[in-house]
């Protein structure tokens, strides 16, 4: 049979190794349930004050919001600005890449051209081998140009045109000329844009207009 008292100290041991692996007051979590009103002292007892403190708040938080938003769109405006920017730079430099090499290209095209205009009409018929050497100098000149046109350099036409200082360079005015003053009636160097910037000006010489209305119709050509 088992004994009654020995069953009694087995409870009692139970219980006070319970009571040893129980949390120590220190050890237990405190829960404070009290409502922190700390922040009603700023506030009024008088609702109307309340509503009109509340409101001034709420203003005070839309101006914030405004002016962030206002920081915002600047800053997402800039970022476009800059993109834009950054893309037109790598266009102009892939559209422009050529420049200075069509620069260099210019005087060659300039003595093809002078090379045929000093052969006149009478020089070419002179024997075949000299119209043959004409007819391989104007094949060449006209391939150059090809190539000029396909790079999108494009030479300026100037003769019959009023002067422009953004294009032409006048070297000389041309007395008793039946033009308007200031037409173009003589290029000494043909002027050359690349797409729509120029490569090089033209040298001309213009008209000073008809010669009884020279003083009153005289070009500037200090432009």
Known sequence: MVDPTNKTADVADMEESVSKDSV??????????????????????????????????????????????????????????????AKKERQDMSKYATSSFAREMLPVADNLRRALDAVSDEDKNINNN????????????????????????????????????NLHRVMFEVDGSDQPAGTVVQVLQS???????????AMVGVSKGPSDKEDSHKVDTTA
């Not at 709420?58 to 920017?85: C, G, H, P, V």
């Not at 002027?191 to 000006?201: A, F, M, N, T, V």
């Open 130 to 165: 000299v119209k043959n050497l004409i007819i391989g100098i104007e094949a060449t000149e006209r391939q150059l140009l090809a190539a000029f046109e396909s790079a999108g350099i494009q030479k300026v036409d100037s003769i019959g045109e009023q002067f422009d200082p």
């Open 24 to 85: 120590s007051p220190a050890e237990e979590q405190v829960y404070d349930f009290s409502i922190d009103d700390s922040d009603d002292d700023n506030y009024s007892d008088d609702p109307w004050e309340q509503v009109a403190q509340l409101e001034l708040e709420m203003a005070s938080l839309q101006e914030e919001i405004a002016t962030l938003k206002d920081q915002a769109l600047r800053a997402m405006a800039d970022a476009e600005n800059t993109r834009r920017r």
């Open 191 to 201: 002027g050359y844009k690349i797409h729509d910037r120029l490569l090089r000006e």
